[in-house]
């Protein structure tokens, strides 16, 4: 059974950080991409980064410079958002999905990604 776990999450005062994991089982990520999405109150699900062995690593300019994906490829099938630097804009709920491609296109339209994690809470405040 394909399923992916979010950790990680939690309180933190703007300026600050915080590392996201996002734990798959059924699959292995060395096959599949991995992208982040946040959804704040009131607002959209949007698309955060992805990663890939095959496609690489792609962010949207939201977070660009302050946000860094990583994957544990070879023991804990796992992929971690690393965010630093955080804004109270960055607070929403943090899921991660799978994908068989990891674009900007498809992170944006987020129409490639067919499992989802129950997603974890980033709230950003002092």
């Known amino acids: 059974e394909v399923q992916l776990v979010e950790s990680g999450g939690g309180l933190v005062q703007p300026g600050g950080s915080l590392r996201l994991s996002c734990t798959a089982s059924?699959?292995?990520?060395?096959?599949?991409?991995i992208g982040w999405f946040r959804q704040a109150p009131g607002k959209v699900r949007e698309g955060v980064s992805c990663?890939?062995?095959?496609?690489?690593?792609?962010y949207m300019d939201s977070v660009k410079g302050r946000f860094t994906v990583s994957g544990d490829f070879s023991k804990n099938n796992t992929v971690y958002l690393q965010m630093n630097s955080l804004k109270p804009e960055d607070t929403a709920v943090y899921y991660c999905?799978?994908?068989?491609?990891?674009?900007?296109?498809?992170?944006?339209?987020?129409?490639?990604?067919?499992?989802w994690g129950q997603g974890t809470q980033v709230t950003v405040s002092s």
């Open positions: 059924g699959f292995s990520i060395n096959n599949y991409a």
């Open positions: 999905a799978r994908s068989y491609i990891c674009t900007l296109y498809h992170l944006k339209a987020m129409d490639a990604y067919g499992y």
């Open positions: 990663i890939s062995l095959n496609d690489g690593i792609y």
